[in-house]
């Protein structure tokens, strides 16, 4: 069995090269057979991912909670829901990782709790001025009776940013503050209780041996002073664009909070790690979060947001690397997560869709399939040779693309309900994976249940299909993986080469890389020996949508 290091050199720690899967568990795999997936699930399918070749799991959350926002919600920080399992599932399920050299890093939601958590559910009972209703952040209303919310800020989801309580008399009473859905109310960071409060939460699962932490909202848990008005500009998508001072996103004041957090993951021996995921308008703001004494990773949304596009892409590579260069962290690279419509869908899209809209049947600007499908294993090409970690969300490998026909009915996200079906919301890229071909939910589960429901054509995705298909996507990143290993391009530098202006093209050592994001093929040298390709070469040109790492003699 692979040992996990428990030290490492200072500059290489495991996370500044992993390659981290995100397993989002409700449709990872489903033990129990009631449709949503869970921990023993995961214990069950862990040699899928050893066998893939991932340095570490992040799992989106797990812990008790009333699922109005797919366990973003969390009412009991210390605990798994039922849905999921046990604490005891959790730890074999930790183990079993470990003992395939898999490090484990779980999602923390300190922005906000679930309405359901104790600490609310006390605030709400209590008076206005409480200790209680310090945690959160509640307000008096404006208006002549308060019953106009305290400022004009909008949801994330749609909609207001305020609910107003029913005090414990039966009045109309205070207004409390969610970024998110009214069933996550925010806490108040500025309250040292608070602060406390998740100290102790990190060390409760860094004593059951967790690798380290992604911090959801990691770029909001502090409201600017005073709370003044803010409008977005119009074309602002629902993280508040380009613009700089957006008084709920990245104030100053967050900072402390990490290099609190950063102390107490260095008491724990392991390299533990805290990943940001904070959605900013530009890198250097983002570079911010991983300064030395903060967090480890933060996500690098801006290259996820960037189009296929050759010069947009270059141009994110290097200001990426200088960014976060500029800082002594690692860059990170990511493609698709639980949020954002599936790379093998959205990189062929022919309209802006802001993040959070999401695309479903009405959607007229639907992705070429095959368009998609040649561009993704591209993009994860190129991504999987670049210096840093990076991040893949579960069904990458398999080429998924966005589950576009879902109906109505079986919308969950809270942004579809928020805006009367105006945005479809994240459910297509959250569908339970397929398995194998035949079966019941395509092996999800023995019970064929499935909170999402499956499109029928992804029998051809499924994982049985693929594995036995040398040119499938999944035996693509396999062979990318073990060659990015073999080539050590998680750590070092590129060197940029020049292909044409359709081309993003560097040097790792001795192995080219080059895509071709134009229209027209690229000729590659006559001695061009592959390693490996996204898609069939055509002699030695290199078709459009197509990227590949080759060694040459010079
Ligand atoms: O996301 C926060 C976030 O910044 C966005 O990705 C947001 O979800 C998106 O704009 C909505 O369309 C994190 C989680 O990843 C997300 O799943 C949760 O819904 C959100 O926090 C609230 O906890």
């Given at each position: 069995m692979p040992q996990l290091e428990q030290f490492a050199a200072p500059g290489s720690e495991w996370w500044r090269s992993a390659v981290i899967y995100q397993i989002y568990p409700r449709s990872f795999a489903d033990a129990s057979g009631d449709g949503i997936g869970d921990l023993p699930g995961i214990t069950a399918r862990l040699d899928s991912l050893a066998d893939l070749g991932v340095d570490a799991i992040w799992l989106s959350p797990f812990m008790t909670s009333p699922q109005r926002d797919a366990g973003y919600d969390?009412?009991?920080?210390r605990d798994v829901d039922p849905l999921f399992g046990t604490l005891a599932d959790f730890d074999t399920m930790l183990t079993e990782a470990h003992a395939r050299g898999i490090r484990v890093v779980i999602d923390l939601v300190p922005n906000h709790s679930s309405a359901q958590h104790a600490w609310f559910q006390a605030a709400l009972k209590a008076a206005p001025g409480s200790p209680e209703r310090a945690r959160y952040i509640f307000r008096d209303g404006k208006g002549e009776n308060g019953e106009l919310p305290p400022n004009n800020w909008e949801s994330v989801f749609g909609g207001g940013m305020w609910e107003r309580v029913t005090e414990a008399d039966g009045t109309p009473g205070q207004w409390y503050l969610h970024i998110f859905d009214p069933t996550q109310p925010d806490f108040d960071w500025t309250n040292e209780e608070v602060r406390e409060e998740f100290r102790s939460i990190l060390r409760f699962w860094l004593d059951r041996g967790v690798d380290g932490f992604r911090v959801?909202?990691?770029?909001?848990m502090i409201k600017a002073e005073g709370l003044p008005d803010y409008t977005p500009p119009a074309d602002a998508d629902s993280m508040g664009g380009e613009e700089a001072n957006v008084p709920y996103w990245g104030q100053e004041a967050v900072h402390d909070i990490y290099r609190d957090w950063h102390r107490v993951l260095a008491?724990?021996?392991?390299?533990r790690a805290l990943c940001g995921e904070a959605w900013l308008p530009t890198l250097k703001k983002t570079a911010l979060w991983v300064r030395p004494d903060e967090m480890h990773q933060t996500f690098n949304f801006p290259y996820l947001k960037t189009a296929w596009d050759a010069e947009e892409l270059r141009d994110v590579i290097r200001d990426s690397l200088d960014a976060f260069g500029a800082v002594g962290a690692p860059s990170t690279w990511v493609l698709?997560?639980?949020?954002?419509?599936r790379h093998a869908s959205r990189l062929a899209l022919t309209a802006d869709n802001p993040q959070g809209e999401g695309i479903g049947?009405?959607?007229?600007?639907?992705?070429?399939t095959a368009t998609g499908l040649a561009r993704a294993r591209a993009a994860t090409t190129v991504m999987l040779a670049l210096p840093g970690s990076a991040y893949l969300y579960q069904g990458e490998e398999l080429g998924l693309p966005e589950a576009m026909e879902i109906p109505d009915a079986f919308r969950q996200d809270p942004t579809w309900f928020r805006t009367n079906g105006e945005r479809y919301g994240r459910d297509g890229c959250r569908v339970p994976l397929p398995w194998t071909a035949d079966g019941p939910s395509f092996g999800f589960n023995d019970s064929g249940a499935s909170w999402l429901p499956q499109p029928a054509h992804w029998a051809a995705y499924a994982r049985d299909v693929e594995a036995a298909d040398p040119d499938s996507t999944l035996s693509l990143y396999r062979r990318l993986l073990t060659a990015r290993r073999e080539h050590g391009f998680g750590s070092g530098s590129l060197i940029w080469e020049d292909a044409g202006a359709d081309a993003v093209a560097f040097r790792r050592g001795d192995v080219h890389v080059v895509a071709n994001l134009g229209r027209e093929p690229i000729t590659l040298p006559a001695d061009a020996s592959v390693i490996v390709a996204s898609g069939p070469l055509d002699g030695s040109s290199l078709p459009v949508d197509t990227a590949v790492w080759y060694t040459a003699r010079e």
């Open positions: 969390v009412a009991d920080y959801d909202v990691a770029h909001g008491e724990y021996d392991g390299d698709s997560n639980h949020d954002v419509v049947p009405l959607t007229p600007y639907k992705p070429d």
